[in-house]
């Protein structure tokens, strides 16, 4: 069992500077996040937990978030695309049959191949080899709705669980790893907190603290980690974290806005993550 474990959410890019302005901050106040024994990410909070694992110092990754030295991902998500999601995700209020509905959304996206998620994931990675450190990536079987955090010992190849995280229908078609059709983990969870349920202490920093729909909230998931004796303790955005953000969550010109507030809402947290994190 290892014992301490970071868990980043995602959410899109203001979620991404979020996170990494958050993790800044709390190392500012004594609380370095970066000794973590694994780091587990879903979807955009993936890329985060690599950049970590593989050696990145949160101030470096907040300052380049605040000068906007980094080109960052742009997508076009449609207002069809939003309408076909949230039809499959507002469809039931059964966790599992909303994963299927999300399943059948992502296996018709088939006017775009694998290896073009490849290239657009993988050119975002400051790595495309497995790190020394432990790191655990969230997605979900578009199949079978079942979750799994690929890892370095799941047989398959960084870029490949990357884009399997990433995968979000109806933008990306599912990623091809062994048996299963693997989509964004976060049609499951924004964090998957539930997941890391083998660690003793667990910090989870979530923008979006719950997905459209059935899927469980992350503060339901932290307390399910508690009730089973874990040391957790949740980060969410505060109101005016939220405004940073703004409406579109892949809007680049909100980026240092939502740094910014990830930085400053560090203090409030640092003795709450302290006590999680020193105990």
């Known amino acids: 069992m290892a014992d301490t474990a970071l868990v980043l959410g995602g959410g899109g890019l203001t979620a991404y500077a979020w996170q990494v302005g958050m993790l800044a901050g709390l190392a500012e106040a004594g609380v370095d996040l970066t000794g973590a024994d694994l780091f587990a990410g879903t979807s955009g909070g993936a890329l985060t937990a690599l950049e970590l694992a593989a050696g990145a110092a949160p101030a470096d990754l907040y300052a380049v978030q605040l000068n906007g030295e980094r080109a960052m991902l742009q997508v076009h998500f449609t207002f069809g695309m939003t309408v076909k999601y949230l039809w499959a995700a507002l469809g039931s209020r059964d966790p599992e049959t909303a994963l299927r509905r999300m399943g059948r959304l992502a296996l018709a996206v088939r006017d775009v191949p694998e290896t073009e998620v490849f290239d657009a994931i993988g050119s975002q990675l400051p790595v495309h080899t497995w790190p ?9 079987d578009a199949l079978t709705g079942k979750p799994t955090g690929f890892s370095a010992d799941s047989g ?14 109806p933008l990306f078609p599912p990623i091809t ?23 003793r202490r667990v910090i989870a920093l979530a923008p979006i603290p719950k997905a459209p729909g059935a899927s469980p909230s992350t503060a339901d998931q932290v307390a399910s980690l508690v009730a089973d004796g874990v040391r957790a303790a949740l980060l969410v955005p505060d109101r005016a974290a939220r405004r940073a953000f703004g409406r579109n969550p892949l809007d680049a010109s909100r ?14 947290y640092a003795e709450q993550v302290r006590a999680v994190w020193h105990s």
């Not at 020394?132 to 979900?140: G, I, K, S």
């Open 132 to 140: 020394d450190r432990p790191l655990r990536l969230f997605a979900v």
């Open 156 to 169: 398959t190849d960084l870029v490949r669980a990357m884009s399997a995280t990433c995968a979000l229908p």
């Open 177 to 199: 790893i062994g048996e299963g059709r693997w989509m964004d983990g976060g049609v499951r969870s924004t964090t998957n907190a539930d997941l890391v349920n083998d660690c």
């Open 255 to 268: 980026i240092p806005g939502a740094a910014r507030a990830g930085h400053r809402q560090a203090a409030a």
